[in-house]
């Protein structure tokens, strides 16, 4: 049971094969079995969960129905859940628990699913690996001797072993779609905007997004249906119609205009990794789309103008971690400003502290104008390139990671790890809806096909998705040492 997508599960839970507690103690059983080794739960939920699971079969006798009613899932630990921790992976965080539900949080449990708990993460969502975390790092469950990706790396891991249906994630500058890649799921990174980032501990504002981890684009398009929408808690949140993302999902791709853009494919990118890309684009040429190089010119800027603006935003985001209203506390203080030091000095990581200074530097009075605000005209070029790209073409297509999933402590220089979201970034960087899907396998492990849609056309993304899981299997493969044959 525990193989099966959200819609699957859907189908066996309206037509009374399962019940929500069966399936929800199912799930809470591969937890406790399979965590100890993964690490990608940094709190579990048993009680409220099976509370949870017996009200939703409960509604469900009373005829209430729903897609996610009763299916059990995970959020990242960014999300607030009332009355259950929420860290963000920081010590900072390790005792707070929050007295309401983030908007996305809500949205689910209005929709019957159930929370077996909460996902482990890069401290903040600082990461590429999920080797930042307080709570240690996550293991990817294709092979545990490698990172799961991150900063969703909990979410990501626990999707794909099987210890959850589907898990919430969010996307700064890559943070759901490359662990997607690595653990071989669908992640879903929609426009900025489309979802509230109400209740979601802010990493970097302008670019932080919630989203969906999940085996299939179906699944990614039945989450989406419950979180999207418009958020008067939420200033940026978009006031525009939500659309059924599943009613889209069967359209044909006949004459679809693909774009890969050269910059794609240039260095770096793994060989083996770019030959399974080209192998997904002729799926896509058998559904009758077209290929076409594209230039995004100026996309060699993303990282760098990236870590101005995120460190710039996390620096002011952060600096309510004083001691004093938040978290973490230092023992003994001397003064007020010895537990300021004190507190941030020991309740922050080292990469977290990176990005404060970085951050701090590049707002000082003097500097503003010659990184950030640089950093904000260069997010305009990138802008303006996929703008122009989606005069030519409805998609553009490419790999999610330049390689697969590399072994824990294989990064330890901070830039190479910086470089891991060379091709997500820039989605951020103008707010574009992006979806990793499984396009492949290189040596025993799972790789990324990114696929980034232009402004709010979530639908269109996911149906294109879908078309490519209807054709192909890689999204069904699962890590043999974690199946529940295995
Ligand atoms: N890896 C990037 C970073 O470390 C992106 C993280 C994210 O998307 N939250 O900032």
Redesign the pocket.
């Known amino acids: 049971m525990i193989e099966k997508t959200v819609a699957e599960l859907s189908v066996a839970l309206a037509s009374g094969d399962i019940s929500s507690v069966e399936l929800t103690q199912a799930y809470l059983n591969r937890i406790a079995e399979l965590n100890t080794e993964l690490n990608a739960f940094i709190t579990v939920c048993d009680e409220s969960a099976l509370d949870q699971a017996r009200a939703a079969d409960a509604a469900r006798a009373n005829g209430e129905a729903g897609a996610l009613l009763g299916i059990p899932m995970a959020h990242k630990d960014i999300f607030c859940t009332q009355g259950i921790s929420t860290t963000c992976g920081s010590r900072m965080l390790q005792n707070f628990v929050s007295p309401y539900d983030a908007t996305v949080v809500k949205r689910f449990k209005a929709a019957g699913a159930v929370t077996l708990g909460k996902t482990n993460m890069?401290e903040f969502?600082?990461?590429?690996s999920n080797e930042n975390s307080f709570f240690g790092p996550v293991r990817n469950p294709w092979d545990t001797n490698r990172v799961p990706g991150?900063?969703?790396g909990g979410s990501a891991a626990a999707v794909a072993a099987g210890l959850c249906a589907m898990a919430t994630g969010?996307?700064?500058?890559?943070?759901?779609r490359?662990p997607a890649a690595f653990c071989g799921i669908t992640g879903f990174k929609p426009s900025y905007g489309r979802v509230s980032r109400w209740g979601m501990i802010a990493?970097?504002s302008s670019?932080?997004q919630a989203g969906t981890l999940c085996q299939s684009a179906e699944d990614a398009a039945l989450m989406m249906n419950v979180m999207a929408g418009l958020d008067s808690k939420d200033s940026t949140s978009i006031d525009r119609d939500v659309e059924d993302y599943t009613a889209t999902l069967d359209d044909s791709l006949d004459g679809l205009k693909i774009g890969i853009p050269r910059q794609h494919f240039a260095q770096g990118l793994n060989a083996e990794v770019e030959q399974a890309i080209r192998d997904a684009l002729r799926e896509y040429e058998k559904l009758g789309a077209t290929i076409k190089e594209i230039d995004l010119p100026n996309n060699h800027l993303s990282v760098s103008a990236?870590?101005v603006v995120?460190p710039a935003e996390a620096s002011a985001n952060l600096s309510r971690y004083d001691g004093v209203r938040y978290g973490y506390r230092c023992e003994n203080p001397l003064d007020l400003e010895d537990m300021y030091k004190r507190s941030r000095s020991e309740g922050f990581g080292d990469?977290v502290k990176r990005?404060i200074m970085v951050g701090t530097y590049a707002l000082s009075a003097g500097y503003y104008d010659a990184y950030y605000r640089k950093a904000q005209k260069i997010r305009r070029l990138i802008k303006n390139d996929f703008n122009a790209a989606f005069e030519e073409v409805d998609i553009i297509v490419g790999p999610t990671s330049p390689h697969t999933a590399f072994k824990l402590g294989a990064k330890s220089d901070p830039v190479a790890?910086?470089l891991?979201?060379i091709y997500?970034?820039a989605a951020?960087l103008a707010g574009l809806p992006a979806i990793s899907i499984p396009g492949g396998m290189v040596n025993g492990l799972p790789i990324g096909l990114h696929l980034v849609g232009n402004d709010f056309a979530e639908a269109k993304v996911l149906n294109i998705a879908h078309q490519f899981q209807q054709q192909t299997g890689w999204h069904r493969r699962k890590p043999s040492a974690f199946t529940q044959e295995g």
């Not at 996307?171 to 759901?176: A, P």
């Open positions: 890069d969502a600082m990461g590429s991150g900063s969703s969010t996307d700064t500058g890559g943070s759901i490359q990493f970097a670019l932080d990236y870590y995120a990469e990005r790890m910086y891991e979201d997500t970034i951020n």
